[in-house]
Nanobody, 124 residues
Framework: QEQLVESGGGLVQAGGSLRLSCVAS????????MGWFRQAPGKEREFVAA????????TYGDSVQGRFTISRDTAKNTVFLQMNSLKPEDTAVYYC?????????????????WGQGTQVTVSS
């Protein structure tokens, strides 16, 4: 059964760092591009970052460009999101998604599987 499990969220002060992890099981991962999205209360799910199935290409949302880095470890079926210089506006539930189609997906409907989410809270 295909499953994504996120971890690594928590409470951090502004300017701090966190690293999120997403472990994929089942047939997901080796041929899927992966992405991170976030959703704050009362807002739509927002694209954060995506990485190709090979790990050779990445893309980022404008609000996190230069601060966040997405990577993947194929041997461990895991995708990471390193978040630096965190701001209070980064506070949200962060979701990992897997996409089986060609190319990156920067909108939620392009993704086939989702994890349960992990809360990130940045205090000012």
């Amino acid at each position: 059964q295909e499953q994504l499990v996120e971890s690594g969220g928590g409470l951090v002060q502004a300017g701090g760092s966190l690293r999120l992890s997403c472990v994929a099981s089942g047939r997901i991962f080796s041929s899927y591009s992966m992405g991170w999205f976030r959703q704050a209360p009362g807002k739509e799910r927002e694209f954060v970052a995506a990485i190709s199935w090979s790990g050779g290409s990445t893309t980022y949302g404008d609000s996190v460009q230069g601060r966040f880095t997405i990577s993947r470890d194929t041997a461990k079926n895991t995708v990471f999101l390193q978040m630096n210089s965190l701001k209070p506006e980064d506070t949200a539930v962060y979701y990992c998604g897997a996409r089986g189609g060609l190319g990156f997906g920067i909108t939620p409907e392009k993704y086939d599987y989702w994890g349960q989410g992990t809360q990130v809270t940045v205090s000012s």
